[in-house]
């Protein structure tokens, strides 16, 4: 078989499986990466994000994730919703965070994937990773022609816009490299100008720890009285800089049955979101990305926004 044969049978194997996009690129250090990713975390725009510390070296060479590594296959799976919230008044939660948590649902496909490959390809040794470890998943999807990197630092695809989970299989087998993408942002700066909190702090670089997806997720101490009025209304995750990006006009429904919207969240009214008990939110975020933030999470960026 050859290494043509074998990437077509991949690509077509992940878009029976549901993912949009499947691209590949050839596994090796990230050159450009390096120098960006130093400069970010010696100014400590990870915040108290300190994982962002460790394994500086794998993030940048996969080959350290997985010996002999020759293919990063990059995938996509689209979560834009069909419906929103009902109550615009209602503290908001990230469309991303709708259905049930993408982590369950994309390694199940991955394994599916890898085991396709190990089946019909050969034997392989690699790994799944889905946003749990040290990859810059983003940069691979760029090297492998699935989108360029906007100004927000998300992965934007020309055809349908950013409102997608990336997912990544490192395999070692040989397989066609796909070429990457421009960068069509133009002079546009209104994910820039549209951010609450200033995150943005220039072209194509987020300060981790003024960003309000930080403040209502990653965040495990009280939130800042500078950042008072400034959160959106959002009570987990943001979705500003994507929702004012041009590119998003071609976003679709995605058709994944797992992320489909909970009726319940999309039905809260505000009075629900600040009246919300402990037997609620398990029962509402049951299987949702909500969770990572526990009830006790919640409540204090629930109390963050309660108007005085």
């Known amino acids: 078989m050859t290494t043509s044969q074998a990437t077509l049978m991949i690509k077509n194997e992940a878009k029976r499986l549901g993912f ?4 590949v690129s050839k596994a090796g250090f990230l050159e450009e990466e390096a120098p960006r990713l130093e400069n970010w975390l010696r100014k400590e725009m990870q915040g108290e994000m300190n994982y962002m510390n460790n394994y500086f070296d794998m993030r940048l060479d996969p080959r350290l994730l997985v010996p002999d590594a020759k293919s990063v296959i990059s995938l996509l799976l689209n979560y834009y919703p069909a419906q929103v919230q009902a109550d615009a008044k209602a503290p908001k939660i990230s469309k991303y965070a709708y259905g049930k948590d993408y982590h369950f649902v994309i390694k199940e496909k991955l394994s599916e994937l890898l085991n396709y490959i190990n089946i019909t390809i050969g034997s392989v040794d690699g790994r ?7 990859v810059l998943d983003r940069a691979w999807a760029k090297r492998s022609g699935l989108g360029w990197i906007g100004k927000n630092s998300n992965l934007i695809n020309k055809r349908s816009g950013s409102f997608y989970f990336i ?3 490192i395999i070692d087998l040989e397989l066609d490299a796909d070429i990457a993408m421009k960068d069509y942002c133009g002079s546009c700066n209104r994910c820039m100008e549209a951010c609450p909190t200033q995150a943005i702090v220039a072209p194509y670089v987020v300060d981790g720890s003024k960003c309000i997806s930080y403040y ?3 965040l495990k101490n009280n939130l800042p009285a500078e950042a ?3 959160l959106d209304n959002w009570a987990f995750g943001c ?7 041009p590119w998003n006009r071609f976003a679709k429904p995605n058709n994944e049955p797992h992320f489909l919207p ?3 969240l999309l039905g809260m009214t505000a009075r629900d979101f600040y009246e919300i008990t402990e037997q609620t939110f398990k029962r509402v975020f049951k299987d949702s990305a909500v969770k990572r933030t526990k009830f006790g999470g919640l409540k204090r960026n629930l109390e963050f926004l309660k108007p005085d």
């Open 20 to 23: 949009d996009y499947c691209g």
């Open 128 to 134: 799944a990773f889905v946003d749990s470890a040290p």
């Open 216 to 218: 209502t997720i990653e």
């Open 239 to 245: 979705d500003v800089c994507q929702d004012v990006c």
């Open 262 to 264: 909970n009726e319940e």
């Open 228 to 230: 008072k009025g400034k």
């Open 167 to 169: 997912a990544e299989l």
